[in-house]
């Protein structure tokens, strides 16, 4: 059973809607997928250069960071 989590944030710099990306939780596992935003949503793997979420969910690692673009990033230090 996957659970996702709305997103909703902005400021007067950036925004991004809650359609951007899910985060979803699948027993231990932690995976995410870009929802067909417009501008898409990078995943950063330790020595790897950053590659475009797909549209299918992908499982995170400890040390990923997820970036939602205007410098807005997302470090998953803690993952099971």
């Known amino acids: 059973d996957l659970h996702s989590f709305p997103t909703r944030r902005s400021s007067d710099l950036w925004s991004f809607s809650?359609?951007?990306?899910?985060?979803?939780?699948?027993?231990?596992?932690?995976?995410?997928?870009?929802?067909?935003?417009?501008?898409?949503?990078?995943?950063?793997?330790?020595?790897?250069?950053?590659?475009?979420?797909?549209?299918?969910?992908?499982?995170?690692?400890p040390g990923d960071v997820i970036d939602l673009g205007h410098d807005l990033l997302l470090h998953l230090d803690r993952i099971p």
């Open 18 to 61: 809650g359609n951007h990306l899910a985060i979803l939780l699948d027993g231990w596992r932690v995976l995410a997928l870009d929802l067909a935003s417009r501008n898409g949503t990078c995943v950063r793997r330790r020595a790897k250069p950053p590659v475009r979420l797909p549209q299918r969910p992908i499982t995170l690692l």
